[in-house]
């Protein structure tokens, strides 16, 4: 099998949400090749105001004895129980997917009523379920899919889709470039050899993450530095949580090399929006305090991401 389902991207493509059926319901998820559990509300999650919700099917199961409890990096959280049910996305089908009930939701998820859960997409090893960790939509619908891979088209502030089960050579322009995944934190890792600031290449290799639900690009401090110094007045000002410049400042151009491949973010998809102050909020932030990079939205929806699993390997190319 194979299908395609059709993500929307929110205000400042800070999110991009997918509808989903998960049981009974219909459900708009956020997909996040970040993390591993599948988790929706439910009629009776504290804060589910204004959220579409899950209804098991007659179908359905309580996985009696197991919980959740998941930590997101902006410190937001959610936890709960877990059904089997049946998932539906873009109409390739996991049978017993774990569907994981939320009954808290910390309050940036409450009050975000884009999205009425999440869909984990990284490796099952970081799944929460406990004490029997379950497998990701990917991981069950894997052995089904004419082509073990999925892929994820993210586009700036246009409908894109997350493809299963087929490389569509219409999506993307030139060839897809190939490089190893590193999956030994649960991650989609990978590494770029280099990267280039307009026309200023930097020959560092950056390692980082392909993370569908973190909005922005965050990189070490140097790199941000090397970023910022050329654009002229930025600021890195701890009080606006990060790079800001004036909203009528060009931005370069932000390319990383990868396995030869140049992978280019232009210049107009590095402004993340408009502080209160005026100011602009750049899309390349700061990563030091995690530890490791984030190849997130900003610069995922400039290019065709393919994850294969079987060959634990990513793909990229020109959207
Ligand atoms: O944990 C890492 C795994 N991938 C990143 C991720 N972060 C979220 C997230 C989504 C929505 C919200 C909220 F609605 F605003 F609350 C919060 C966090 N989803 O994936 C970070």
């Not at 922005?216 to 140097?222: E, G, V, Y």
């Not at 990229?316 to 959207?319: K, L, P």
């Given at each position: 099998v194979?299908?395609?389902?059709?993500?929307?991207p929110?205000?400042?493509?800070?999110?991009y949400?997918?509808?989903?059926?998960?049981?009974?319901?219909?459900?708009?998820?956020?997909?996040?090749?970040?993390?591993?559990?599948?988790?929706?509300?439910?009629?009776?999650?504290?804060?589910?105001?204004?959220?579409?919700?899950?209804?098991?099917?007659?179908?359905a199961?309580?996985?009696?004895?197991?919980t959740?409890?998941?930590?997101?990096?902006?410190?937001?959280?959610?936890?709960?129980?877990?059904?089997?049910?049946?998932?539906?996305?873009?109409?390739?089908?996991?049978?017993?997917?774990?569907?994981?009930?939320?009954?808290?939701?910390?309050?940036?998820?409450?009050?975000?009523?884009s999205?009425?859960?999440?869909?984990?997409?990284?490796?099952?090893?970081?799944?929460?379920?406990?004490?029997?960790?379950?497998?990701?939509?990917?991981?069950?619908?894997?052995?089904?899919?004419?082509?073990?891979?999925?892929?994820?088209?993210?586009?700036?502030?246009?409908?894109?889709s997350?493809?299963?089960?087929?490389?569509?050579?219409?999506?993307?322009?030139?060839?897809?470039?190939?490089?190893?995944?590193?999956?030994?934190?649960?991650?989609?890792?990978?590494?770029?050899?280099?990267?280039?600031?307009?026309?200023?290449?930097?020959?560092?290799?950056?390692?980082?993450?392909?993370?569908?639900?973190?909005s922005?690009?965050?990189?070490?401090?140097?790199t941000?530095?090397?970023?910022?110094?050329?654009?002229?007045?930025?600021?890195?000002?701890?009080?606006?949580?990060?790079?800001?410049?004036?909203?009528?400042?060009?931005?370069?151009?932000?390319?990383?090399?990868?396995?030869?491949?140049?992978a280019?973010?232009?210049?107009?998809?590095?402004?993340?929006?408009?502080?209160?102050?005026?100011?602009?909020?750049?899309?390349?932030?700061?990563?030091?305090a995690?530890?490791?990079?984030?190849?997130?939205?900003?610069?995922?929806?400039?290019?065709?991401?393919?994850?294969?699993?079987?060959?634990?390997?990513?793909g990229?190319?020109?959207?």
């Open positions: 194979s299908g395609s389902a059709t993500n929307t929110q205000p400042a493509d800070s999110e949400i997918v509808p989903v059926t998960v049981g009974a319901s219909t459900v708009n998820l956020d997909f996040d090749t970040g993390s591993a559990d599948l988790w929706v509300y439910t009629s009776s999650t504290a804060g589910g105001a204004g959220h579409n919700y899950y209804t098991p099917s007659d179908g199961t309580v996985m009696n004895g197991e959740w409890s998941i930590g997101y990096g902006d410190g937001s959280s959610a936890s709960g129980n877990v059904y089997q049910d049946t998932v539906v996305v873009g109409g390739v089908t996991a049978t017993a997917q774990a569907v994981e009930a939320a009954q808290t939701v910390s309050s940036s998820f409450s009050s975000d009523t999205n009425d859960g999440l869909l984990g997409l990284s490796w099952s090893s970081l799944n929460t379920v406990s004490p029997d960790q379950q497998k990701t939509f990917y991981d069950n619908v894997q052995s089904s899919l004419a082509d073990p891979v999925f892929a994820a088209i993210l586009k700036h502030d246009a409908p894109g997350y493809d299963f089960g087929f490389i569509d050579s219409s999506k993307y322009t030139g060839n897809i470039t190939y490089t190893p995944a590193d999956n030994s934190q649960g991650y989609w890792g990978f590494t770029v050899d280099s990267y280039t600031v307009g026309t200023t290449v930097t020959s560092t290799a950056l390692s980082g993450i392909a993370d569908t639900g973190t922005l690009l965050l990189l070490d401090d140097t941000c530095g090397n970023y910022y110094a050329q654009v002229s007045g930025a600021i890195n000002d701890s009080s606006q949580g990060g790079w800001v410049y004036d909203c009528s400042t060009s931005l370069p151009d932000f390319s990383v090399s990868i396995n030869g491949y140049t280019t973010v232009p210049g107009s998809y590095l402004t993340y929006d408009q502080q209160s102050s005026g100011q602009c909020y750049g899309g390349i932030q700061s990563s030091t995690i530890g490791f990079n984030i190849f997130g939205d900003v610069f995922l929806k400039s290019q065709y991401v393919v994850f294969d699993g079987p060959n634990v390997q990513l990229f190319a020109s959207q």
